[in-house]
């Protein structure tokens, strides 16, 4: 394929609740949809997911801008591309910027897809034609906030529940969430909330059957993790800390984990959270896709890549209405009886809602390649 330009729109879009977790408070999301255009005028999106300030990972919205300004899209000057599986290699002398990477490869597979007339899903070897769907709850002012949350989410069939937990907002709620809904599939996501000090406090949430408890130390900390999962039954699922097939070999090695949590944008793009699907499912270790709190375009591509069979569990993809007053694509992403339809048409599947785009946009540039 011969790309002719890269745009970027910067948007900015307010959250419909804000969502808290351990470290930081989201209220509106900032990113940029890049689109790649062909010499036929074809159109592939991605976007951005790194958020204002460095919280999750060492991406931001603004490293995200100059990583694909300054290095990625000269990187993709004067070359033809034949399968878009090519980009992580080309992008290789630029490191990390996972996911200043991930937003330029997933517009590239778009538009591949679009050339080649087939489903994005296909052409990464999904088989669902239904996703279920998840939800992720943030720390609420009080527990009873949470409570009635949740009971909206089981009562619209939602198949599992994610819930937010720091010091202060683990065990008593938990204990409280299991009191109501004795058998709900639940999970606890510390973003790095804990450390190997807390090693036997943590022992208690064994009594709470959780599904996992996501990311309790810090990214680096595989070591750490590994104790912990020698001394709980709960099975520990790594985020921040995947960067790559090669830290899912490390934490899986070392035993550090049970599950992995994939998300594009972390592991630098579709190719490589592909490779990360094939490696976990060949070894019967459970994966699921994660969430950034993402738009249109992003929940699409996060759509797309847990139809593969590996994803076996229920990620935190939730409708567009969950997120947003209104959402970038049309048909927004509805969620009917907990699951997701994995949309036929090619590449993402979704058009592009430019009306909403241009409500939301702040900034928009153009870059002849
Ligand atoms: O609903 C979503 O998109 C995911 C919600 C979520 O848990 C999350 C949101 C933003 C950043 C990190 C995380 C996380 O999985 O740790
Ligand atoms: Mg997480």
Known sequence: MKLTEIRLQRLKMKLNNPFRNSISAVNAKELYIITAIDEAGIEGYGETVAFDTPWYTEETVATNRMAIESWLIPLLREKTISHPEEITELFSVVKRNQMAKAAVEEAIWDLYAKQTETPLYQLLGGNRTKIAAGISLGIEPDVKDLLKKIEQKVIAGCPRVKVKIKKGWDMDILREI????????????????????????????????????????????????????????????????????????????????????????????????????????????????????????????????????????????????????????????????????????????????????????????????
Not at 254 to 280: F, M, P, Q, T, W
Not at 283 to 299: S, T
Request: with cysteine; hydrophobic share 40%.
């Open 178 to 369: 299991r009191r109501h809904f004795p058998t709900l599939p639940l999970m606890a996501d510390a973003n790095s909330a804990y450390c190997i000090r807390d090693l036997d406090y943590l022992r208690q949430l064994d009594e709470f059957d959780l599904m996992m408890i996501e990311q309790p130390f810090e990214d680096g900390d595989f070591a750490d993790h590994a104790q912990l999962q020698r001394a709980i039954k709960t099975p520990v699922c790594l985020d921040e800390s995947i960067h790559s097939l090669q830290d899912v070999r490390t934490a899986l090695e070392l035993g550090s984990c049970k599950v992995i949590n994939i998300k594009i944008g972390r592991v630098g793009g579709l190719a490589e959270a592909k490779k990360i699907h094939d490696y976990c499912f060949a070894r019967n270790i459970p994966v699921w896709c994660g969430g950034m709190l993402e738009a249109g375009i992003g929940r699409a591509h996060n759509i797309a890549l847990a139809s593969l069979p590996g994803f076996t569990l229920p990620g935190d993809i939730g409708g567009s209405a969950h997120y947003w007053k209104k959402d970038i694509i049309h048909p927004e992403v509805v969620v009917t009886n907990g699951e997701i339809t994995v949309p036929k048409s090619p590449g993402i599947g979704y058009e592009i809602d430019r009306d909403a785009i241009r409500k939301y946009l702040i900034e928009e540039q153009i870059f002849p390649l």
